[in-house]
């Protein structure tokens, strides 16, 4: 679709005969085609140059023509967005609400241009249709990224919360411990029969049996430290209540806190392998 959509503006004749008709149809006909609208989302009283939706399609209009760069448009569109839609959230709940009314009243926009362009400008239509389903799309994209990061921004905290008191969490796609280079300093193994055994005891912060809670602690292997030769136990937190999971690298011998979300704290205790 963005490969046919660069073609049409590679095409000056194209670009320029779709240009003209958006004119035509937001400056002699708009409103007419508008009544499809749901009650409220148009006033009759507006001025199509103080639409926010109409302001923000005449300016993807008045790039027809002058480049024939994609980005360019969806940059203006990204913009537009930023200006309408991000900027004036203060909260999550608002950020939601703008990007719905913004979206559908859009929708409805797009929709009532394509009608107009079906009946009055049918030689235009197909080009319109790509930069329609284009403009929609990328929308949509920026909307869902906001939202996606947002999610991930709100688990990392969730782990910052369950990690150790003195250690920052990790990445899942990084390797602890890395030389400055980028060769790794450990060699990492798995804990087999064959192989010194770990042994691992929690207990929580009042002494009691943590039996009963919905925290299990794993031990897939440990890493070897190739500088000092020192051992670091590689342990899975896992919290079945939140249905998160830690990846720790704890050092024999030594007692770690674990602080959950919920205020639980655990000390972790790691044996010496013998």
Known sequence: MAKTMRIVLKSSWRASTLKSDLYAIICQGTWDVLETAPRGSWSSADDPEENTEMKCLSSLISLLGTSTDLSVFLNCLSANLQARVFQPSRSREEFMRLAATFQLRWNF?????????????????????????????????????????????????????????????????QEPFHRPDGSPAQEPEVLGADLPRVTLRHRSQDGCDPAGNSVVVRVPGFLVDTTTSNKLIQILLEDKATESTIKLSLPLGQETLITLNDGQKFVIHISDVS
């Not at 107009?116 to 400008?121: G, P």
């Not at 239509?125 to 920026?142: D, Q, R, V």
Request: charged share 25%; proline share 8%; with cysteine.
């Open 109 to 173: 926009l797009l929709t009532a241009v394509s009608k107009a362009m079906t009946l009055c400008h049918r030689d235009s239509f197909g080009s319109w249709h790509l930069f329609h389903l284009l403009l929609l799309e990328y929308m949509i994209h920026i909307i869902q990224s906001c939202l996606e990061k947002e999610e991930e921004d709100k688990d990392m905290g969730n782990l910052k919360d369950m990690l150790p008191d003195d250690q920052p969490p990790v990445p899942p796609d």
